[in-house]
């Protein structure tokens, strides 16, 4: 069985599409489709990866890598975040989120902004985990 | 009743960015978390007659939502707030509960209702059926309306109309929350004209009972530190609620939401729900609990 990587997006197409290129490449897939779902999922199956959206219903992007990267049991899982949201704004709410006196976490392994070619997102995971 | 998760229901013509960020004051009282909606009604998405639905149309009014929601999605991250949002095909009511529900949303903010009088008539308003259908408070919301001016901070000056139901029982609690936020309540209630038969005497006994059970209102609200001050107004509720908002130059008007069944507020209406829809001042209508 293949590395596992956790996706979390409310976006079906996006997910199929993810899903579609961590099954070519020999990655095992799971799937979330919120912020909530995907914590749960993390906990319980430890993936080698997570692939994670920012703007989602239940819970946001933002407060679950927050969650994730103090979390830990589950900080050393890398992240790739893959979203429309800029990553000057993701990095500029970790900040604010950081001064309103959370803990400071570090910046994602990778930042990709949508829409991604297969490819790029194949090199970027590969890049990562292997 | 803690406002923590807001709804924004939009269409973006009637409500917007700078309706949205108007109503940020709620962060003061404990707001942390925005859901922005757009319901893309099945109409919009229906090709003509015999053509089926278009996929194409679809796309096209999700993405221009999403391109929308990533925008301001992006400004309230950076206010280290958190976001959500839902861009669904469907019915607008039934779409805008079942998201109130999965989020467990405590406010939801709606614009006017669309919909022209026959249509009203016989499909019923949005919020008619919304209030009927939801027990979370709903905030009908016109931020640049005709005749009206843009607020900047829409729960600085209420009045509450009361008609002693429980639901405007229920607006009391719900308006308590806001203290940080609110500078002064007038408490309004509308005596009908029939109640006033008699001699002098008699009516203003009738008034001094009214005044009686308003101050009773206006206690509860300074002993949590708000400023209150209560007014009896005669004649038609609606007309009287309107002049009453202008005369305390009022930035919202707040009530309980009729419990009438939703055909007898379809054919005979309500005041909430005229108020809601026409009145210029934004409303924020208190449903009863749904048991």
Not at chain 2, 102 to 117: P, T
Request: net charge negative; aromatic share 6%.
């Amino acid at each position: 069985m293949g590395k596992k990587v956790l996706v979390v997006d409310d976006d079906p197409d996006v997910r199929l599409f993810n899903v579609t290129v961590l099954e070519e490449n020999g990655y095992t897939p799971l799937v979330a489709t919120n912020g909530e779902e995907g914590k749960n999922l993390a906990k319980q199956e430890k993936p080698d990866l997570v692939i994670l959206d920012v703007l989602m219903p239940r819970e946001s992007g933002i407060r679950l890598y927050r969650e994730l990267k103090t979390d830990k049991n589950l900080k050393h899982i890398p992240i790739i975040m893959l979203s429309g949201i800029a990553e000057k704004s993701f990095l500029r709410s970790q900040k604010v989120l950081a001064e309103f006196g959370d803990t400071p976490v570090p910046e994602p392994e990778a930042y990709l902004e949508k829409p991604v070619e297969a490819e790029e997102l194949a090199a970027t995971i590969k890049k990562i985990i292997g | 009743m803690k406002i923590k998760k807001l709804l924004f229901v939009t269409k973006f013509e009637e409500l917007g960015f700078d309706a949205l960020q108007s109503l940020l004051s709620l962060r003061e009282v404990g707001l942390e978390h925005v859901v922005f909606v757009n319901i893309i009604e099945r109409e919009r998405v229906a090709m003509r007659r015999g053509t089926g639905y278009s996929k194409e149309a679809e796309i096209r009014l999700r993405e221009t939502a999403n391109i929308r929601f990533i925008d301001w999605a992006e400004n309230l991250f950076e206010q280290g707030m958190e976001v959500g949002a839902y861009i669904v095909v469907g019915s607008l009511v039934g779409e805008v509960i079942k998201a109130a529900q999965k989020e467990e949303a405590d406010l939801i903010v709606v614009g006017r209702s669309q919909k022209g009088v026959i249509e009203q008539l016989y499909a019923g308003s949005d919020i008619t059926e919304l209030l009927h259908r939801t027990s979370k408070p709903v905030l009908v919301y016109k931020y640049l309306s005709e005749s009206s001016f843009a607020l900047e901070k829409p729960f600085e000056s209420p009045i509450l109309a009361t008609d002693w139901s429980p639901a405007s029982m229920r607006a009391i609690d719900f308006l308590k929350e806001l203290k940080g936020i609110i500078q002064k309540i007038h408490v309004v209630h509308v005596a009908d004209q029939k109640q006033l038969s008699g001699s002098a005497m008699a009516i203003q006994k009738t008034r001094k009972k009214i005044r009686a059970k308003l101050d009773e209102i206006c206690k509860t609200f300074e002993a949590e530190g708000i400023s209150a001050s209560p007014h009896v107004y005669i004649g038609d509720p609606e007309q009287e609620i309107e002049k009453a908002a202008r005369e305390c130059q009022a930035t919202l008007i707040v009530m309980g939401s009729s419990g009438k069944a939703n055909w007898v507020e379809r054919w005979l209406g309500s005041t909430p729900r005229n108020i809601a829809e026409k009145s210029d001042f934004p409303t924020l209508l208190i449903p009863p609990i749904k048991l």
